[in-house]
């Protein structure tokens, strides 16, 4: 059952959709068109937006629309660092609490990732990736943490790191990787291929650029 109320539902739909490229970098976001998308009354997508524009992830939150804002390539090295550290720990947090249930629909969204990217659905890995990531920061229940993440996510360049070659499947592996070491139960090592895992990106794509 999703406990989540439509505001925060919304807003996740939005958030994924913008990390995944369906909404582009400088795309309008009409909250008509968006409630009529969801099915849902103008209200929650209001609220949705005024919370996406706090987080940075939108600006002009207002009933004419907004757009979707353009990453910050200056800030990248500092948001990298910070990402580091607060997705680090929420790994650890997640380690700690996970269940069989999760288990079962983490492995079920690395297979959905790794078949995205074979077929080289980049949108859809995009996609896939959002969701994989947010289960297991939301296993850890710690909701301070994981909206700080949100914040940075917003400015980071995932849709660049994304169209580099082979870096979907690179990122297939290294999400088995991680899953495997939290599932053992190996705190130190899960932390450390999620630092890994967020440098790697990083590193090729200044490397491509």
Do not use: C
Request: charged content about 30%.
């Amino acid at each position: 059952m999703d406990y989540r109320t439509k505001e925060e539902q919304v807003a996740d739909f939005l958030r994924e959709g913008i990390l995944s490229g369906r909404f582009p970098r400088g795309a309008r976001l009409k909250q008509l068109e968006i409630a009529e998308m969801l099915k849902t009354s103008i209200t929650p997508v209001r609220e949705a937006l005024k919370l996406l524009e706090a987080e940075g992830y939108i600006s002009g939150g207002s009933y004419k629309g907004a757009t979707v804002v353009p990453f910050d390539v200056g800030a990248s090295s500092e948001i990298l660092n910070l990402r580091v550290l607060l997705e680090a720990q929420l790994v650890r947090g997640a380690v700690d609490k996970l269940q069989t249930e999760d288990i079962d629909k983490l492995r079920g969204l690395a297979a959905e990732f790794e078949a995205a990217a074979k077929s080289g659905d980049s949108s859809a890995a995009r996609a896939v990736n959002y969701r994989f990531h947010r289960r297991i920061y939301d296993i850890a229940e710690m909701p301070q943490t994981m909206h700080f993440v949100q914040i940075l996510w917003a400015r980071y360049p995932f849709d660049l790191i994304n169209r580099i070659e082979g870096r979907a499947e690179r990122a297939a592996a290294e999400h088995t990787e991680l899953l495997n070491q939290m599932i053992a139960g190996d705190v130190s090592g899960a932390m450390l291929t999620t630092r890994r895992h967020i440098e790697s990106g990083w590193s090729e794509l200044r490397g491509a650029l």
